[in-house]
Structures are given as C-alpha cells and as structure tokens.
Nanobody, 128 residues
Framework: QVHVAESGGGLVQAGGSLRLACTVSGSGWSVTGRNMGWFRQAPGEDRVFVAVISADGGLTHLKDSVKGRFTISRANAKNTLYLQMNNMKPEDTAVYYC???????????????????WGQGTQVTVSS
C-alpha cells in the first residue's frame, strides 16, 4: 500500500515564503523515476494543478499564476518532492495536495486523473 504525506503548510503574510514537502512510502515506492505533481483546492472550487514534474525531472509545468514564484523539485536521496513558494499572494490560499503516479514518462502531465495516489493535503493560508 502506498502512503503519501504532505507537510510544510501554514499561515504566512503576503510576500512571504513556504516550502511544502511530500514523501511517499510503501511497497518499495520511490519518488525517483515517477511522475509527480502538486495540486491545490480552494473552498468551493475544483482541485487544480499547480506544478508537475516528469519522471526524470527534466520537464516541469507550472500554473501561469505561479510562474516566477513557485518551483517544483525532487530530492531523490531523501525520497521527497518539494514545492518552494515565494512572494505568496492571498489567492494562493488553498489546501495543497501531492499527487503520485505509477507511470514513468518524460512528459509532465497536468491532469489530476493521471495521478493515482494522494495525500490528505496541507493547508496554506496567505493573509493580506
């Protein structure tokens, strides 16, 4: 059984920074060589992609509204996926989820249905 866990959320003022982390465990699972991504869901809205990364890390896609502010990266030695969020805005407020796929491709997929395993999410709140 695969278990996904997000951490690092919290309350931050506009212009501040947070770094989210995602670890995946179980069944010999590793973030290395897997397609993974970060998604977020604001109250009353659908879950949408924020940042995704290809299996080899060579390709990433970021939501237009976070380009230049957010970075997705992977630390293979720590078996962890990160989302560095800088210059945060109130509209970034949401529950952030880490998605993990069984697939290993050189493309970065933005569709949430591509990702099979999800964590419980971590709340991020940006005050103005």
């Amino acid at each position: 059984q695969v278990h996904v866990a997000e951490s690092g959320g919290g309350l931050v003022q506009a212009g501040g920074s947070l770094r989210l982390a995602c670890t995946v465990s179980g069944s010999g699972w590793s973030v290395t060589g897997r397609n993974m991504g970060w998604f977020r869901q604001a109250p009353g809205e659908d879950r949408v992609f924020v940042a995704v990364i290809s299996a080899d890390g060579g390709l990433t896609h970021l939501k237009d509204s976070v380009k230049g502010r957010f970075t997705i990266s992977r630390a293979n030695a720590k078996n962890t996926l990160y989302l560095q969020m800088n210059n945060m805005k109130p509209e970034d407020t949401a529950v952030y989820y880490c998605g993990a796929s069984d697939f290993s491709t050189d493309y970065a997929y933005t569709q949430k249905n591509f990702y099979k395993y999800w964590g419980q999410g971590t709340q991020v709140t940006v005050s103005s």
